[in-house]
């Protein structure tokens, strides 16, 4: 049972340039949630996904968007981007029932801002 | 908003001693609370959970404690070993589709 996988591992960006983060969710998980993780401290909730919308979103400008396709993979996008943005971004699955509220992470994609 | 504060933020103890960790939330809505243990470069993994309606759940060597009246929940490790040095974070769901998370413990297990 494949668990959450993202891509790429490691990202090296400049200032101002776009950059997309991709995710599959864990099988049979259909929601899918973005974190963005800065050094020592917790992740922060950017936005989750489900049914191929955006259906609750953080504190994050709009230069942080996404997407969810039909097979429930998803893509972090974040445009002209600054210093600050470095930071692990997490994504993590879930399985829409209100009574299951168990979130799954994948690795993480290290984004270093230079 | 939703305010979850976790302490200590560092802990060592022993091989063998216990750890326990606090966190308490803001939130009375809050409904699911769970626990995750994170190594070095690799992402959070659920450890345990617990949810509103039940107080203490145990796995092992791990158990979590949940007191709904004051708001906060705790992760008690026994036996602990040097494989359990790890970050550790609670975690708070209110039903709103978020998590919001702690500030995370450092455990360090001395053997």
């Known amino acids: 049972d494949a668990g959450v996988t993202q891509s790429p591992t490691h990202l090296i960006k400049t200032r101002g340039q776009q950059v997309t983060l991709r995710c599959s969710p864990k099988s049979g998980h259909d929601t899918v949630s973005w974190y963005q993780q800065a050094l020592g401290q917790g992740p922060q909730f950017i936005f989750q996904y489900y049914e191929e919308e955006e259906r609750q979103r953080g504190n994050f400008p709009d230069r942080f968007s996404g997407h969810q396709f039909p097979n429930y993979s998803s893509e972090l996008n974040v445009n002209a981007l600054l210093l600050g943005d470095s930071a692990l971004y997490l994504c993590a699955s879930s399985f829409e029932n209100r009574d299951l509220y168990e979130q799954y992470f994948g690795p993480g994609t290290r984004l270093t801002v230079t | 908003g939703e305010n979850v504060e976790q302490h200590p933020s560092t802990l060592s103890v022993q091989e063998g001693d216990s750890a326990v960790i606090k966190c308490t939330y803001s939130?009375?809505?809050?409904?699911?609370f769970p626990w995750y243990k994170q190594e070095l470069g690799k992402g959070p993994q659920l450890i345990i959970d617990i949810r509103s309606n039940v107080g203490e759940k145990k796995d092992q060597r791990i158990a979590v404690t949940l007191n709904k009246t004051a708001k906060h929940f705790s992760l008690h490790i026994t036996e602990t070993q040097p494989e359990d040095s790890a970050v550790y974070f609670c975690a708070v769901f209110s039903g709103t589709y978020k998590y919001i998370f702690g500030t995370g413990t450092r455990l360090k297990v001395l053997a």
């Open positions: 939130d009375s809505a809050s409904n699911y």
